[in-house]
């Protein structure tokens, strides 16, 4: 697995996934209808970079570099944290 195109490519699809469902949600959202896929496409694009953390870390563990690799866990751990303490 290849950090730098995996991690490219989660953010990516996270990135293009988002902007068409926010792209859909105002369509619809002038018809009165598209509230919903609105908030999904926003949240897809902020889950999108925590998402490419979760792929590098994968992939650091994958090729044996348990320094970065514990960067990225407790990188992930405080993004965790943050998300549960804001909820």
């Given at each position: 697995?290849?950090?730098?195109?995996s991690t490219?490519?989660t953010?990516?699809v996270?990135m293009?996934?988002?902007?068409?469902?926010i792209?859909i949600g105002?369509?619809?959202?002038?018809?009165?209808?598209?509230?919903?896929?609105?908030?999904a496409?926003i949240?897809?694009?902020?889950?999108?970079?925590?998402?490419?953390?979760?792929?590098?870390a994968?992939a650091?563990l994958?090729?044996?570099?348990r320094?970065?690799a514990?960067v990225a866990?407790?990188?992930?751990?405080?993004?965790?944290?943050?998300i549960?303490?804001?909820?």
């Open positions: 697995m290849n950090l730098n195109r490219a490519a953010l990516r996270g293009t996934l988002g902007v068409a469902m792209v105002l369509v619809l959202d002038s018809l009165s209808m598209g509230d919903t896929v609105l908030w496409g949240t897809v694009l902020i889950a999108s970079p925590f998402l490419g953390v979760l792929t590098s994968a650091l994958t090729s044996g570099d320094r970065w514990a866990l407790v990188l992930i751990a405080i993004i965790s944290v943050g549960v303490l804001s909820a």
